[in-house]
Structures are given as C-alpha cells and as structure tokens.
C-alpha cells in the first residue's frame, strides 16, 4: 500500500522527463553567465578603450605618465582609473559609457581642437565623479594606511599626512596626473559689465 501513496505525491524535478529542461535551463544559464563577463572583460581592456578615434588624445598624454611606465613597472590602465569593482558601480558605469559611444559615432571629438573645445568639460566630469567616490578607483592602489611617508619624496611627506587629517581624496591635489590637466576656461564675455 505505501508504493501506491508514493506515486500520487506530485512532480519529481530529477525524474528523467524534468533532468534534460533543468540541465539545459543550467548550462545556458553558465553560458551567458561567462558571455556576459567576457564582454565586460573585453570592454575593460586598453586596447579595446583606445581603439575609439576620439580616444587618441588621452591614450598619447597617458603614454607620458607614471600610470603608463615606471620603475616599478606597475601599470594602470584605463580601466583601473575609469571603471569601478565594484559590481553595481561597474554596471551604471559601462551603462553611461553609452555617451562615449554617441559622441564617437557623432564625431564631437574626432579632431584634436574639437577634443580640446570640451577637454574642461569632460574632465571636470570625471573629477567630480572621483571626488563623489572618494576616489575609489585611485585608492585600489594608493592608500594612505599602506604608504610608507618616509620613502616619498619631501613635497609628498609633508602633503599626504595632511590631507589624511585633512580627509582629502586623492583627485584634490592629482588632477592631471594621468592626462593634461585643462587650463579652466575664461569666464564668458561680457559678465563683468
């Protein structure tokens, strides 16, 4: 008798009519898993960055800096600066990246004087965002409570301690470490009267 109860107790999901739904339901949900964080490791990469005519301007200026090449030989790319870890901050970051695709598309900074026409603009964007995070992408790498004061040079041993007790982030005193810093624009004609 308790063999007849047992077939009447409803869906058995590991029976052999539900094991090739849910196995295919899994691999699929693995796939787009993986495809979805190969897309976001693709669009993370320099080369894939750079490869934007409009993006020629900063990939030379960064080629300049410590960021790009130093004794260490650490080097940070456009994404350790520009994309954030963690992961809700890097989806509302690579979601707004659409305006780079527009304007690339659009052609607003496909010259050098068109670039420069909103070099003010765009980095001052980018510099409130960092000072919103409290620089956060900068202190992946630099943080206060790992620097060793007495191994920088006069200028950062003296500054870094103050802006510690100060609460300073780090874009407050490193704006154009990685690219040109803009020279702020002229107020607009005719205000002074």
């Given at each position: 008798m308790?063999?007849?109860n047992s077939s009447n107790q409803g869906p058995h999901f590991f029976s052999r009519k539900y094991i090739f739904p849910i196995l295919l339901i899994f691999f699929a949900g693995v796939l787009g898993f993986a495809g979805f964080n190969s897309?976001?490791?693709y669009t993370n990469e320099m080369e894939f960055c750079t490869s934007c005519h409009s993006m020629k301007v900063n990939f030379e200026e960064y080629k300049e800096s410590v960021h790009y090449k130093n004794a260490s030989g650490v080097q940070a790319i456009c994404s350790d600066c520009h994309v954030p870890?963690?992961?809700f901050a890097k989806m509302k970051a690579k979601i707004l990246a659409y305006k780079d695709v527009l304007h690339e598309i659009l052609g607003t900074l496909d010259t050098k004087e068109k670039y420069e026409s909103h070099r003010w603009e765009m980095a001052?964007?980018?510099?409130?965002?960092?000072?919103?995070?409290?620089?956060?992408?900068?202190?992946?790498?630099?943080n206060f409570d790992n620097?060793?004061?007495?191994?920088?040079?006069?200028?950062?041993?003296?500054?870094?301690p103050r802006a510690q007790l100060k609460d300073q982030t780090c874009i407050d005193c490193h704006?154009?470490?990685a690219h040109e810093e803009p020279d702020e624009p002229d107020e607009e004609?005719?205000?002074d009267s």
């Open positions: 308790a063999d007849d897309i976001l490791s870890k963690p992961f001052s964007r980018v510099w409130a965002k960092m000072e919103a995070t409290d620089s956060r992408e900068c202190r992946n790498c630099h620097m060793d004061f007495s191994e920088q040079d006069r200028m950062a041993r003296k500054q870094h704006k154009g470490i004609e005719g205000s």
